[in-house]
């Protein structure tokens, strides 16, 4: 685990990452109910559930954009801790893995989120299909992108991995200790 400076303003945000199907969703939800967090979801999905599939970098930029939008829609500035069902370090995993290029706006933005620690999520559960889903074969590989991508940071995080209970306790764990 890496360390975390904190910063003065005493604001927390618990951030869910990692490769598609992974559970990160299920997470965010489990952990909202059982903590009685505000959270906000991935906004990439709901965002391709409403336009359709396809994305090119522009687009992923532009989504990005509104992921920001969204999560301060969920979240308000003043919630001392919340969970983040992805944030900009996976649009810039996405960005780097599909075009192999980002926009100076993205990386200048991620680092800038200075009050987000992470619970990265292991690709150990079974794939499940969506339409939205595209890496099968590769959530090994995305796994260590995107935990490269959080260690890259230098803040804190967990990996978590395992099963339904399993997962959830270690990732509850996580949460006590970063609240």
Known sequence: MAAH???GDGMRRIVITGPESSGKTTLTLALAERFRLRYALEYARLYLE???PQYDCDLVHEIARGHLLYQQ???PSTTSLALYDTDL????VWCEVAFSRCEPWLRES???EQDHVYLVCTPDLPWE???LREARDDRGELFE???AAVRETGRDYQVISGNGPERLKLA???VMKFS
Not at 89 to 92: C, D, E, F, R, T
């Open 89 to 92: 370090q996976n649009y810039l």
């Open 129 to 131: 299909f969506d339409p």
């Open 50 to 52: 409403k336009y359709g």
């Open 110 to 112: 991620a680092a800038a």
């Open 73 to 75: 829609e969920q979240v």
């Open 172 to 174: 509850a764990e996580a």
């Open 145 to 147: 992108k995107h935990l």
């Open 5 to 7: 400076d904190e910063g």
